[in-house]
């Protein structure tokens, strides 16, 4: 219906509430618009006709654009048709979906993967599925908003809940020997995401250990770019399934499609496929989309040169901008923050970027603790040694 056509009712009290609350945000540079992508997601993109090196995608091996993914996603919809009809536990769940997740499993070196429609909704699931009336649980105060949002609903159904200082594996331990809960739970992203810097999982291993507790990784930047194949984080710190560990992993990042999964031990798996409410209650993914990602997982495993460029990027961008008046966060993975600081300033400086054809969003509060406004570059094995030098080369002439 045409805005010409809607009726003209006068605004209620919380519709003058929010209008004011836009306006506050609006003026401490916090209003949020998004900007509309004419091609789609690779080195290159164009926005409002205007041509601009994405550095602001998470597709880490530059695989969501790859012909195969899309070539293996129209082929799975010929197969299985657009939509899945259901929910996994209804009549949802097909081969598609099943034959993934045996290859995630394989993949990771776990016994058992459930998949998930987003992160976000993986990450919902688990935490209140394993901490209920009785339970603790332990998580990084730097942790994805999904984990900060699924702490909420643990504490809702009577866990406890307790935020340590990011990586600080001593206040964690304080925290673990205190508590008197019968399990607990220690929650953590692997690599945070808007740091880059990686939580320190040999310790929070040894510390889930020491106290009986379960460690549950959010590997959302790690899966398909650390490990010796793509196999993510923990196989980058060397460490082996074990029914202790719960391992999340997000599927529309280096894996270039969209989706999520949990791995665990076959009871832990079982648990949640029968408790876990995110799982439950929402219908499965398009199987095709399963395709696709057996598709990209292939890649993955094969794509040891990718994992290379990446590196290399890296290297050039942390050697390249060393010396300049913002701060570079010490991460050695794709994400790679520089550290503003002011709402505005972080703004200003992504604008004069994008008028030289760079795209870095500017992350601000309350992604990001009040006052460390940044830039978050991320990097890929799609953009080319040129693209870096660009970016390098412009972040010099405006510092
Ligand atoms: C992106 C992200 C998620 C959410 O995953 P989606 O599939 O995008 O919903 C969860 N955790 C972390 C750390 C993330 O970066």
């Excluded at 990450?123 to 909420?152: C, E, W, Y």
């Excluded at 010396?323 to 400086?349: F, H, K, M, R, Y």
């Amino acid at each position: 219906m045409p805005a010409s056509l809607l009726p003209n009712v006068p605004a209620s009290s919380l519709e003058n509430r929010l209008r004011t609350e836009l306006t506050v945000l609006d003026e401490l540079g916090l209003r949020r618009r998004r900007r509309v992508l004419e091609t789609p997601c690779g080195r290159e993109v164009t926005v409002d006709g205007q041509k601009l090196l994405n550095f602001a995608s998470n597709d880490y091996l530059g695989l969501a654009g790859d012909p195969h993914l899309a070539a293996a996603l129209a082929a799975g919809a010929g197969q299985w048709g657009a939509g899945s009809g259901a929910a996994h536990l209804v009549s949802g769940h097909m081969q598609a979906h099943e034959d993934l997740e045996q290859a995630l499993a394989t993949f990771v070196g776990f016994p058992r993967v459930l998949s998930f429609a987003t992160g976000y909704l993986a990450n919902i699931a688990v935490t209140p599925t394993f901490a209920g009336r009785g339970a603790a649980v332990f998580a990084d105060k730097l942790n994805h908003a999904s984990l900060i949002d699924a702490m909420q609903l643990a504490k809702a159904q009577g866990a406890e809940v307790h935020r340590y200082a990011h990586n600080d594996m001593a206040a964690l331990a304080r925290l673990l020997e205190k508590s008197s809960a019968s399990s607990k739970l220690i929650v953590t992203d692997a690599v945070f995401s808007m740091d880059g810097d990686l939580a320190p999982l040999n310790e929070l291993f040894a510390l889930a250990e020491a106290h009986d507790a379960w460690l549950v990784i959010d590997d959302a930047h790690g899966f398909g770019v650390l490990g010796p194949h793509g196999e993510g984080s923990l196989a980058h710190c060397q460490l082996p399934y074990h029914p202790r560990l719960l391992l999340m992993g997000t599927l529309g990042k280096a894996a270039g499609v969209g989706g999520a999964f949990v791995a665990g031990s076959d009871i832990a798996i079982d648990y949640l496929l029968n408790c876990g409410r995110g799982y439950i209650f929402t219908t499965a993914a398009p199987p095709a989309i399963a395709c696709a990602l057996q598709a990209s997982l292939s890649l993955i495993a094969a794509g040891d040169n990718l994992r290379a460029r990446l590196q290399a990027h890296i290297a050039q961008l942390r050697a390249g901008l060393a010396g300049l008046p913002w701060t570079l966060l010490p991460s050695e993975t794709a994400i790679q923050p520089l550290i503003v600081g002011d709402n505005q300033a972080a703004l200003q400086l992504a604008d004069a970027l994008r008028q030289r054809g760079l795209w870095t969003p500017a992350i601000r509060p309350p992604t990001v603790p009040k006052g460390s406004a940044r830039l978050r570059i991320s990097l890929s094995a799609g953009h080319t040694a040129d693209d870096l030098e660009r970016l390098i080369t412009a972040l010099k002439e405006l510092a």
